[in-house]
């Protein structure tokens, strides 16, 4: 599997800041995936950042809050903007990889912290 | 949409008990993901099933892809203080890399 680097593993955040998270992978990889994890909840896939093209965002995220950049096939930003409590969460990178790519891989995470 | 419904929420065991938990879902599902997750970090891939009624072991890991197709379960044999954590079931309907969805979640927790 592939080797998910992702900066800042935390940060401490003021409201209305933006902040943005670095997902390096060790291996060229088509879609790369941003999740976000809410304190005590489960995975929600933010959106799907593809190289070349915009990103595909899932319902109830919008690109304005969550800008995505994908520069090259092993590189890709996820900005939180205008911060607010309530985003205050884990934000993941993941990959596919494994049988028919079929399998997702993650990184250890950013852990957010929104005051 | 789908949804994933993980149970139990949570368990508390004592150490070198088995533990079961499971997954199930309101359509057929064709990839089967576990997951666990420790503390302050990302989950981490334990076990991936392809075909209903397959049964994968990994080390004292044992998982199967329900033959109804919307069903998984995992089994722990003999648990261990590192076996702590949140075990998530993820799972999608197609055969390609389309969206997953993830369970709830089950958080195990060892009792000394």
């Known amino acids: 599997s592939a080797v998910i680097s992702q900066k800042p593993s935390r940060d401490i955040c003021q409201r209305g800041t933006s902040l943005t998270i670095q997902c390096q992978v060790d291996s060229q990889v088509t879609m790369m995936f941003w999740y976000r994890q809410q304190p005590g909840q489960s995975l929600t896939l933010i959106a799907t950042?593809?190289?070349?093209?915009?990103?595909?965002?899932e319902s109830g995220f919008v690109i304005d809050k969550f800008p995505i950049s994908r520069p090259n096939l092993t590189f890709s930003t996820l900005t939180v903007s205008n911060m607010s409590p309530e985003d205050s969460s884990i934000y993941l990178c993941?990959?596919?990889?494994?049988?028919?790519?079929?399998?997702?891989?993650f990184g250890e995470g950013s852990r957010l912290t929104v005051l | 949409g789908q949804q994933l419904n993980q149970s139990p929420q949570s368990m508390f065991i004592q150490e070198g008990e088995d533990v079961s938990m499971n997954c199930t879902s309101s359509?057929?599902?064709?990839?089967w993901l576990w997951y666990k997750q420790d503390p302050g970090e990302g989950p981490v891939l334990l076990i991936a099933?392809?075909?209903?009624?397959e049964l994968t072991s990994n080390g004292r890991l044992t998982a199967q892809f329900g033959i109804t197709r919307k069903d998984s379960f995992l089994n722990i044999s003999a648990s261990i203080p590192s076996d702590v954590g949140i075990y998530f079931c993820a799972g999608r309907p197609g055969f390609g890399n389309e969206k997953l969805t993830f369970g709830t979640g089950t958080r195990l927790t060892i009792i000394p």
């Open positions: 099933l392809y075909k209903a009624g």
């Open positions: 950042a593809n190289q070349g093209s915009e990103a595909t965002y």
């Open positions: 993941s990959v596919s990889g494994g049988q028919q790519a079929r399998e997702l891989f």
């Open positions: 359509s057929i599902f064709n990839t």
